[in-house]
C-alpha cells in the first residue's frame, strides 16, 4: 500500500520551498541595484591636479575681448603645437574654440609629453582676477584624467 503523504505535511514543503525562492529573488533584486550603483561610480571620472599656473600670452589673444564672459570652473581645452618655432612643447589653452594663450614655457613640458602619447589631460579655470599683471588674470588647472 502506498501512502498518500498528508496534507500537512505537503504544505509545510510548499512553504519550505518558496523561502528559499523568495530570498534568492531578493539576493538578486540586491545584487543588481548594487552592480548598477557599481557600475555608476566607475563610470565616474577621476582626475588627479598635476599643473596649477598662470595663463602665459593672455594679453596677446583673445583673452582681453573674452574676460567677461569666462567663468571660474569653465573647461578649457589644451592642443598640442609640436611645431610651434619659439617652444617644442607648446601646449595651447583655448576657451570655446577661442586661442587665450599657452601653458608657460617652464611648466609645460609634462604636459606636452601626456598629450603626445594620448592620455586623457582635461583643463579649467581655476581663478580669475581683476589685475594689471596679465600673469595674474587667469590661472588655470591642469589633470590627468583616469
Known sequence: ?????????????ESAKSFPAFLCASVSLWL??????????LAAEVRILVQSSPLAGFQYH???????????????ALVREADNPHDGNAV??????????YLPRAE????????????????????LREHRNPWQRV????FVVL
Open 32 to 41: 543588481v541595484i548594487f552592480l548598477a550603483v557599481s557600475t555608476a561610480a
Open 108 to 127: 609645460n613640458r609634462a604636459v606636452a609629453a601626456a598629450l603626445d602619447r594620448g592620455e586623457p589631460v582635461d583643463a579649467r579655470i581655476a581663478k
Open 139 to 142: 590661472l588655470i588647472e591642469v
Open 62 to 76: 583673445a583673452g582681453e575681448t573674452l574676460w567677461q564672459e569666462m567663468r571660474e570652473g569653465d573647461r578649457l
Open 1 to 13: 500500500m502506498s501512502q498518500t503523504p498528508s496534507p500537512q505535511r505537503h504544505r509545510g514543503t
Open 92 to 101: 595651447r589653452v583655448e576657451w570655446r574654440g577661442q586661442k587665450l594663450g
